[in-house]
């Protein structure tokens, strides 16, 4: 093999190899190319997603407060319900001393 031959046949390598990458390149940009109306689905969903997020986390804080406020409340109607008890049981003793000091007075 000469040197015109060998040149030749290293052209024709060259040329083959980048033949075979530039085919590769295009077959691949081919599977994934995103069309024009793909890119606006993706960006209408991602929107969606966005005021989705959004919605969630105001229903979080909503419950949160909502949360608080019967906690709240709750610790408020159990201070209620402790203050009527011991009114009750004050008010069952005073009874119990008036029957006592009636019966006392009764019987005398």
């Known amino acids: 093999m000469n040197r015109t031959e060998f040149i030749i046949a290293t052209a024709i390598i ?7 990458g530039w085919f590769a390149n295009w077959l691949i940009h081919r599977f994934i190319r995103v069309s024009s109306s793909d890119v606006g689905e993706l960006d209408r969903m991602a929107q969606e997603l966005h005021e989705a997020e959004e919605t969630r986390d105001q229903a979080i804080t909503y419950l949160q407060q909502r949360e608080a406020e019967l906690t709240n409340q709750l610790t408020q109607t159990e201070a209620e319900l402790r203050a009527t008890m011991d009114g009750l049981r004050e008010a069952r003793q005073d009874a119990e001393q008036m029957r006592a000091h009636i019966e006392r007075t009764g019987q005398s």
């Open 14 to 20: 060259l040329f083959v190899a980048f033949a075979l």
